[in-house]
């Protein structure tokens, strides 16, 4: 039997404190919303530089141009996948649609039942962060986030919210989800930025 110790060795771009899973499981808080196509919207909205809100309807958003990312996911509970063949549309596409206001310092991706996760906007334009619809050239599964999922391969998965439904454009940070329930603000995997009491000054706004 193979100790997962020896795994790990394998694979130098394992995080501190993860361990490498077979398969993929399934991990969120909630049940699994129902996609109703007549009734989704992926809405931009908050400080746009003409400060209006934007939306695309299902049919609107499969027609954005679409590119493919393999990255590795990482879960805070300990688990990571890695090379995880990604595709769909690069958050930078939505920017570009989009404009912020010149202000703009973080976003929050909101999806189904109120989950958001805050993201600098750093982390939001980085080269591997995708509004991810297929995986390994497949749609997602309804479990895993169809229609879209936001994926971050750079921070802890919590940041990656399944069935999104919009972006917020913000000129200050503000805590998501998981963030105002005890994890990191900002999540960094390779500095296990777990907890919020590991926060440091500038991590995040005040508790
Ligand atoms: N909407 C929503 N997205 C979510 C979560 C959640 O609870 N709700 N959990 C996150 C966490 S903690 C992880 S590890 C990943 C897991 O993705 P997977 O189920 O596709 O493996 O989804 C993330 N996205
Ligand atoms: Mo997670």
């Not at 206001?101 to 993201?119: D, I, P």
Request: aromatic share 14%; with cysteine; hydrophobic share 35%.
């Amino acid at each position: 039997m193979v100790q997962p110790e020896s795994r790990e060795e394998e694979h130098p771009r394992l995080p501190p404190g993860q361990r490498l899973q077979r398969g993929w499981p399934v991990t969120h808080y909630g049940p699994v919303p129902r996609f109703r196509p007549e009734r989704w919207e992926f809405r931009v909205f908050g400080a746009t530089a003409d400060g209006g809100t934007f939306g695309w309807n299902h049919e609107e958003f499969s027609t954005l141009p679409h590119e493919t990312v393999v990255g590795d996911l990482h879960c805070v509970s300990r688990f990571s996948m890695v090379g995880v063949e990604w595709g769909g549309v690069p958050a930078r596409t939505i920017l570009a649609k989009v404009p912020p206001a010149r202000q703009v310092t973080h976003v929050m991706v909101w999806a189904e039942y109120g989950y958001s996760a805050n993201l600098r906007l750093s982390d939001f334009t980085a080269e591997h962060t995708l509004f991810a619809t297929h995986r390994a050239g497949e749609p997602l599964t309804a479990e895993h986030g169809f229609p879209v999922r936001l994926v971050v391969p750079h921070l802890y998965a919590w940041k990656g919210p399944k069935w999104v439904r919009g972006v917020e454009y913000m000129t200050a940070d503000r805590r998501g989800f998981w963030e105002e329930r005890g994890y990191h603000n900002i999540g960094d995997p390779w500095r296990e930025q777990r907890y919020s009491y590991q926060e440091e000054p500038g991590d995040g706004p005040r508790l």
